[in-house]
T-cell receptor, first 115, second 113 residues
Framework: GAVVSQHPSRVICKSGTSVKIECRSL??????MFWYRQFPKQSLMLMAT?????????EQGVEKDKFLINHASLTLSTLTVTSAHPEDSSFYIC???????????FGPGTRLTVT | LAKTTQPISMDSYEGQEVNITCSHN???????ITWYQQFPSQGPRFIIQ???TKVTNEVASLFIPADRKSSTLSLPRVSLSDTAVYYC??????????????FGTGTRLTIIP
């Protein structure tokens, strides 16, 4: 089956620093990748949609200059949280799909803690 | 996108069949019904998807009445490992460009030994 990986699985960073999270589709080419954020005991909230080779589309209320998304290849998308603050601490999850399949495959998530 | 309503939580004993119902009164003609499962600190996992009547796979069944205003996810003979949050999503996810998933509150299912 289709596998999506994320790296790192956990990261702790100091307030004011930036952190990059990678999302890779291991055995398929992802034309579209999605980034979600999930706070404890809450549902997933879509942050942005990225298509390979084009700029990401951000959901309302998500700061594009703070959450930089790059989808440089058909197997890799990155989310960079710039100038992170404690309120950015959350569980970040990516998903990917191909043009030929309706199913979205989710990564295992990255737990970000900003101290 | 169609709004969904599901119970916040459910408890069940091991070995029982569990049915989780989702209401989606304003489902559109092109919308499909999809269920995801999420364990703590993991990404969601696709369980099943359907458009009408009944769909069955190796892990679950999905029952959709003729008016499609609700759907029921049925998990046969649950075990402790089925303890998770189950999300019902409704949308035209099949078509490229409409694939944004909107997750509701989900149902937290707890299996009791």
């Amino acid at each position: 089956g289709a596998v999506v990986s994320q790296h790192p699985s956990r990261v702790i960073c100091k307030s004011g620093t930036s952190v990059k999270i990678e999302c890779r589709s291991l055995d398929f080419q992802a034309t579209t990748m999605f980034w979600y954020r999930q706070f404890p005991k809450q549902s997933l909230m879509l942050m942005a949609t990225s298509n390979e080779g084009s700029k990401a589309t951000y959901e309302q209320g998500v700061e594009k200059d703070k959450f930089l998304i790059n989808h440089a290849s058909l197997t890799l998308s990155t989310l960079t949280v710039t100038s992170a603050h404690p309120e950015d601490s959350s569980f970040y999850i990516c998903s990917a799909r191909t043009r030929s399949s309706y199913e979205q495959y989710f990564g295992p998530g990255t737990r970000l803690t900003v101290t | 996108l169609a709004k969904t309503t599901q119970p916040i939580s459910m408890d069940s004993y091991e070995g029982q069949e569990v049915n989780i119902t989702c209401s989606h009164n304003n489902i559109a003609t092109n919308d499909y019904i999809t269920w995801y499962q999420q364990f703590p600190s993991q990404g969601p996992r696709f369980i099943i998807q359907g458009y009408k009547t009944k769909v069955t796979n190796e892990v679950a069944s999905l029952f959709i009445p003729a008016d499609r205003k609700s759907s029921t996810l049925s998990l046969p003979r649950v075990s402790l490992s089925d303890t998770a949050v189950y999300y019902c999503l409704v949308g035209d996810y099949i078509n490229f460009g409409n694939e944004k998933l909107t997750f509701g509150t989900g149902t937290r299912l707890t299996i009791i030994p």
